[in-house]
């Protein structure tokens, strides 16, 4: 029995007319020659479409209540905007600021909210969270006039561009929230090289490093929440990518000819074809109750967001895999866009917890017994 209002995984007008104004302008603004060029800059990303993104859409703050300068939408609304990001392989810090803004909304913490989230909502101030994989690499002890941190998190985020960092880190009295500025003494941003270049990961370390703690009820329920959050958004971006890949895939072999006809016309690749439409609708319909029992704050949330993401991850490297060999010759060159969408399903597929991962947290959060 689904413990959400089945209202919630149906799309309303008003999420379509959304999901098509997105298709659109990142249509415009997010071509693969666009992609490629936000990839050799700087930061990773175009600073003006982040910009626009907040002044034209009102993206980074369509979760974040109207006090602090957001749209108050719900997250069935954030999820379109993940999808759409996800079927262009948008260039753009997020996924990080989603869970960053999560984590404020969550902290319960008035004073953090109103210093952060108008800056997020007005896409003025970049951010993302650091030792969230309960790894305890992070350690924040007081001293005269605050706290200070030391000690290191790999793979962050946006972890090297982001203009504020929220840390889970270890204290004394047990784990909490810290909020840590980008300019901060003894912090020190080292960029990873990684696999998926179109999401930039960073080593983040602390020595003696200044933090401003967040909230009053530690960082175990907060940090739990958020990581179930962020694999339900990264599940709908799986679904996303996963959907332009088919759509790409299905149009290329409609044009293609070989022997005087269409190879779509064959009948092997037909039975490919079905095969991934029908993973593609399962994994939206997972991503769709993950997204349920978020907006619904349904205490299956653990167990969907798992379930979405093993599902999830499993038929966008499939995806990315026909994409590339149904393309040719021509889809295994750097040149044809479909490596992008390689690097980011293997990428993603690891991100919050490989399938096995999730698939073995299912496994306790059922109760079902270890083989």
């Known amino acids: 029995m689904l413990d959400v209002d089945p209202a919630l995984l149906g799309e309303t007008g008003e999420r379509a007319e959304l999901r098509g104004v997105l298709r659109d302008f990142f249509a415009k603004v997010c ?7 936000h990839l050799e800059s700087e ?32 997250f069935a609304d954030l999820a379109i905007v993940v999808e759409e990001a996800g079927r262009a392989l948008l ?4 996924l990080s600021t989603v869970l960053a803004t999560y984590t404020l909304l969550l902290s319960g913490d008035g004073d953090a909210r109103a210093r952060y989230l108008p800056g997020i909502a007005a ?45 889970a880190a270890r204290t004394p009295a047990g ?19 990684v696999l998926d270049p179109t999401r ?13 703690p967040i909230g009053q009820h530690g960082a175990g ?45 064959f009948q092997a690749v037909k039975h490919r074809l079905a095969d991934l439409l029908v993973e593609l609708e399962a994994a939206r319909s997972a991503a769709a109750y993950a997204v349920a029992c978020v907006t619904g704050s349904s205490p299956d949330l653990p167990v969907a967001a798992s379930a979405a993401q093993a599902v999830c991850s499993g038929t966008y490297r499939r995806a990315a895999a026909e994409y590339v060999q149904l393309s040719g010759g021509i889809g295994f060159t ?7 969408y390689v690097r980011r399903a293997r990428s993603a597929e690891v991100l919050f917890g490989s399938v096995d991962d999730n698939l073995a947290r299912l496994g306790v959060l059922l109760g079902l017994p270890a083989i």
């Open 334 to 340: 750097w040149e044809h866009p479909a490596h992008l």
């Open 221 to 265: 329920g907060v940090v739990a929440r958020v990581l179930d959050i962020a694999r339900a958004a990264l599940a709908c971006e799986q679904v996303g990518g996963s959907a332009f890949a088919l759509d790409a895939t299905v149009a290329y072999v409609r044009q293609r000819s070989q022997f005087g006809r269409p190879i779509g016309s």
């Open 175 to 193: 784990p909490a929230l810290f909020a840590c500025d980008a300019t901060a003494p003894g912090l020190v941003r080292t960029p990873r090289r």
């Open 91 to 94: 260039c753009a810090p997020l």
């Open 200 to 212: 930039p990961q960073a080593l983040i370390a602390l020595n003696r490093t200044p933090l401003t």
């Open 123 to 167: 896409g003025t101030l970049t951010a993302t969270v650091a030792g969230f994989d309960g790894a305890g690499g992070l350690r924040a002890d007081p001293v005269p006039g605050g706290w200070a941190g030391d000690g290191t998190a790999d793979f962050v985020i946006d972890g090297s561009g982001a203009d504020l960092i929220l840390l």
């Open 43 to 74: 930061r990773g990303h175009d600073p003006a479409l982040w910009s626009r993104m907040a002044t034209e859409i009102g993206v980074q703050g369509m979760v974040i209540p109207p006090a602090y300068g957001g749209s108050g939408f719900d």
């Open 31 to 37: 071509t693969p020659a666009d992609v490629r060029r």
